[in-house]
């Protein structure tokens, strides 16, 4: 188990606490992405940068992990962060139109699906 921004995480359900665990919940992550874009075109900037930081912190917990580099689920995540990191850096411009865009970006990303395999 690692931890990161005082979120801990492992490759599968663990007990912390009294509390299971996933590594990532897609469905939250994209819940993130869609509550962040909102903020973003509201221009709430404070609870837009909550959002930049909680989803940071899952996705470098994903890459943190020890999976596979070259895994569907770590290429996802660092496409992913990618995108927040550049967020963060029009959020701290305040330049929220842009930072909409990027946070689409972010959320195409996410929602990418593992090429099928061959012959199935």
Not at 43 to 56: E, F, H, R, T
Request: glycine residues 10%.
């Amino acid at each position: 188990m690692r931890q990161f921004a005082g979120y801990r995480y492992s490759s599968r359900k663990v007990c912390v606490g009294k509390e299971k665990t996933d590594l990532v919940n897609s469905s939250e992550v994209s819940a993130s992405l869609r509550d962040l874009i909102v903020h973003l075109h509201r221009g709430n900037g404070g609870q837009a940068g909550v959002l930049v930081d909680d989803l940071a912190g899952r996705l470098n917990g994903i890459m943190l992990s020890g999976m596979d580099p070259q895994s569907f689920l770590m290429q996802r995540a660092q496409q992913t962060m990618f995108a927040i990191d550049e967020v963060r850096g029009l959020l701290s411009e305040r330049d929220f139109n842009a930072a909409v865009d990027a946070a689409r970006d972010a959320e195409k990303e996410w929602k990418q699906r593992p090429a099928p395999e061959p012959g199935k």
